[in-house]
């Protein structure tokens, strides 16, 4: 029989950098911050850099990257290309294995212990749901078998509906999926914006979901919101801001999340990694954040199976 023992605090903490330049010649500069600000790990905005074409890695860049992380007293973990969808229809479905199967490989050459990838979703109104979650977990079983002879975890995010999509994973929906997938190198990301935006669509209880999917949660993504839907036109994100609706991804206290609740309700794997992911517009508060950042990792529980 296992029990669960209580451990301090997660493994490490840091933020998610800006997207910055395809190059790479600003990088430089953004990891000397994360040095100076004394965090030990930082999110690589790899979807936003070409490192890939066609499904296929392009080396030198990879090369040229992994050159410009050499060095550093930092952890990296990897978002992956947001568009990255293993629940869409079949016949697209071998492009979208094909780009995570590259940010896989990317992810193990330059040393990154996670890989962030979005659950999900699905568009087509013809489309079965409930065929499309099962092709979604025989995706993950084969990128998963593939992250774990590379050393990588894929750590799936919850997200919310947006832009027409019919059906994404609640917290829990995503946590059900995981556990049927039961793949040592499948986990979850846990993002508590998100998930307070998913669960004021349904009208679910964020912190029940949320306490549901963090068990599996290995990263955590770090971000302020109000938990409302995006409903009404602005023409600006700072109008988005002022009415306090959608992802605004806010310096954490700006919002309404009730992190204070969650930190009780919840209890994550040892190995859990807290990075906060601040929209660009709000980096002005980025050095004052960091504090608030680490006060809040250190007070999530995580637990470690031992035997009874």
């Known amino acids: 029989m296992l ?34 600000l004394g965090v030990n790990v930082v999110e690589l905005p790899a979807y936003a850099w070409h490192l890939i074409v066609g499904g296929k890695v392009l080396d030198d860049r990879v090369a040229d990257l992994g050159r410009a992380l050499a060095g550093r007293a930092l952890g990296y973990t990897v978002h992956g290309p947001l568009s990255i969808n293993l629940m869409d229809i079949p016949e697209r479905l071998e492009r979208h294995e094909a780009v995570l199967k ?6 193990a050459e330059i040393g990154a212990s996670h890989l962030v990838m979005h659950t999900g979703m699905v568009r087509d109104p013809q489309d079965d749901i409930e065929v499309a979650y099962s092709r979604q977990r025989d995706a993950l079983i084969r990128a998963g078998d593939i ?27 995503l946590a059900g999926e995981l556990d049927a997938i039961d793949h040592k190198a499948v986990k979850a ?8 935006i998913r669960c004021a669509e349904n009208r679910l209880d964020p912190a029940a979901e949320i306490a549901a999917l963090a068990p599996h949660a290995v990263h955590l993504h770090l971000h302020d919101s109000f938990g409302r839907p995006g409903e009404l036109w602005t023409f600006d994100p700072a109008e988005a801001a002022a009415f306090g609706e959608g992802d605004l991804h806010l310096p954490i206290g700006w919002g309404a999340i009730d992190w ?18 601040l929209n660009p517009r709000h980096w002005r508060e980025l050095a004052a954040q960091i504090p608030v950042l680490g006060a809040l990792a250190v007070r ?8 009874a």
């Open 3 to 36: 029990m669960h023992a209580p451990v301090s605090a997660v493994r490490a903490a840091g933020y998610s950098l800006r997207e910055g330049s395809p190059e790479f010649d600003d990088l430089g500069p953004a990891l000397d911050e994360a040095e100076a």
């Open 102 to 107: 590259a940010s896989i490989e990317i992810s």
């Open 147 to 173: 992250a774990a002879a590379l050393g990588v975890t894929l750590c799936v995010e919850n997200v919310f509906r947006f832009n027409g999509v019919r059906e994404t994973a609640t917290p829990s929906k």
């Open 189 to 196: 990301t846990l993002d508590f914006s998100h998930a307070y």
């Open 260 to 277: 204070d609740g969650l930190v009780e309700a919840c209890h994550f794997p040892p190995e859990t990694i807290a990075i906060m992911e």
């Open 300 to 307: 999530f529980r995580v637990t470690s199976a031992q035997p």
